[in-house]
């Protein structure tokens, strides 16, 4: 895919430029940005360190078995920038409301120092119908399941 980028690249850049080594350096920058492709995991968040604005994540899902290794779930320590956008469903939210437990899909970008975030989107809380104490849908009055 890099190596596509820049062939575009240097078939867009006028000739002569290249000659002088210009739309080659910005050829090559276009390419170094191109080559680090983001990852993503989706998982449940496991601890959050606000000083540090780290936040360590675990996968959802077990990976699969790939030749006689046994599949496993991959968990990740992602610094998080504070230009980084954090959504809570789809409302913009704040680094400092992440908590544990919140599902989360996350991209990131590998680098050598750890992994970095790009973005959060984190689930929202919110449930459908309401529910009773008893963990039962309440029943209206008047209806068939009242015991009048």
Same mark, same amino acid.
């Given at each position: 895919?890099?190596?596509?980028?820049?062939? =575009?690249?240097?078939?867009?850049?006028?000739?002569?430029?290249?000659?002088?080594?210009?739309?080659?350096?910005?050829?090559?920058?276009?390419?170094?940005?191109?080559?680090?492709?983001?990852?993503?995991?989706?998982?449940?968040?496991?601890?959050?360190?606000?000083?540090?604005?780290?936040?360590?994540? +675990?996968?959802?899902?077990?990976?699969?078995?790939?030749?006689?290794?046994?599949?496993? +779930?991959?968990?990740?320590?992602?610094?998080?920038?504070?230009?980084?956008?954090?959504?809570?469903?789809?409302?913009?939210?704040?680094?400092?409301? =992440?908590?544990?437990?919140?599902?989360?899909?996350? +991209?990131? =970008?590998?680098?050598?120092?750890?992994?970095?975030?790009?973005? =959060? +989107?984190?689930?929202?809380?919110?449930?459908?119908?309401?529910?009773?104490?008893?963990?039962?849908?309440?029943?209206?009055?008047?209806?068939?399941?009242?015991?009048?």
């Amino acid at each position: 895919m890099s190596a596509l980028v820049l062939l =575009l690249a240097l078939l867009i850049a006028p000739e002569e430029a290249q000659k002088t080594g210009t739309a080659a350096k910005s050829a090559s920058a276009v390419a170094a940005t191109a080559a680090e492709p983001s990852k993503t995991i989706v998982g449940e968040i496991v601890w959050v360190d606000l000083p540090a604005r780290l936040v360590l994540v +675990r996968e959802s899902v077990k990976s699969t078995a790939v030749k006689g290794k046994p599949a496993t +779930r991959e968990t990740i320590a992602l610094a998080v920038a504070p230009d980084v956008p954090v959504i809570r469903g789809k409302q913009p939210s704040t680094f400092a409301l =992440l908590k544990p437990k919140d599902h989360v899909v996350a +991209r990131y =970008l590998p680098t050598p120092d750890g992994a970095r975030a790009v973005s =959060l +989107r984190v689930a929202d809380a919110t449930t459908g119908a309401p529910r009773g104490a008893s963990g039962t849908t309440p029943i209206p009055a008047g209806t068939a399941g009242d015991a009048n």
